[in-house]
């Protein structure tokens, strides 16, 4: 069974900057596209950066040009560096791996908070 373990989440001032990463172990197939997604309260959870095999990336127009999606696929691990934080990047940020073509799985989530 795959797990996925997210870590570097916390609390940081506006315009600071974070680093997230998630690491997947078990896995019995090739990863295909890793990703964060981001869940604020009251909101829905939304795509923030994707990234495929062959590292071709996709970013919610909020973010680009402040985070970087990245992996190391001999690792099994995918990175977010979060630069330029804003308030409003605050919430629980999820790892999303794809395997194959069964149903992705998930990491727990790790609170990203932006204030002053």
């Known amino acids: 069974q795959l797990q996925l373990v997210e870590s570097g989440g916390g609390l940081v001032q506006p315009g600071g900057s974070l680093r997230l990463s998630c690491a997947a172990s078990?896995?019995?197939?090739?990863?295909?596209?890793m990703a964060w997604y981001r869940q604020a309260p009251g909101k829905q959870r939304e795509l923030v950066a994707s990234?495929?095999?062959?590292?071709?990336?996709n970013y919610a127009d909020s973010v680009k040009g402040r985070f970087t999606i990245s992996r190391d696929n001999a690792k099994n691990m995918v990175s977010l560096q979060m630069n330029s934080l804003k308030p409003e990047d605050t919430a629980v940020y999820h790892c999303q791996v794809t395997v194959g073509v069964l149903p992705p799985y998930w990491g727990q989530g790790t609170q990203v908070t932006v204030s002053s």
């Open positions: 078990g896995s019995r197939g090739r990863i295909n596209i």
């Open positions: 990234i495929t095999s062959d590292s071709s990336t």
